[in-house]
């Protein structure tokens, strides 16, 4: 399982960013798939997630109405489109499958988002 995320940066308050993860190794159309985050000093957080059959979404209360999780089973690739950012919103995004029998949960390498002026 590999997981590889992109589409970080810097953006000021107000800006938009859409993060990409790219995934392979697994049957990705089969999976539900999540993007957390982490700020400095606080522990990981679900941001949103999106189901395997019927693409059903589901999203943190701090991201609803201005975050949008999608995926593309032909690219094997899940999106994140992030718009009206806020300061707050600056972390790490990690992009997470939980895979197997065994229930292991997999990361990307995580993409940093700064929203500052």
């Known amino acids: 399982v590999q997981l590889v995320e992109s589409g970080g940066g810097l953006v000021q308050p107000g800006g938009s960013l859409r993060l990409s993860c790219a995934a392979s190794?697994?049957?990705?159309?089969?999976?539900?798939m999540s993007w957390y985050r982490q700020a400095p000093g606080k522990e990981r957080e679900l941001v949103a997630s999106i189901t395997s059959a019927s693409g059903s979404t589901n999203y943190a209360d701090s991201v609803k109405g201005r975050f949008t999780i999608s995926r593309d089973n032909a690219k094997t690739t899940v999106y994140l489109q992030m718009n009206s950012l806020k300061p707050e919103d600056t972390a790490v995004y990690y992009c997470?499958?939980?895979?197997?029998?065994?229930?292991?949960?997999?990361w990307g390498q995580g993409t940093q988002v700064t929203v500052s002026s």
């Open positions: 997470n499958v939980v895979y197997g029998v065994s229930r292991r949960p997999y």
């Open positions: 190794g697994f049957a990705f159309s089969r999976y539900d």
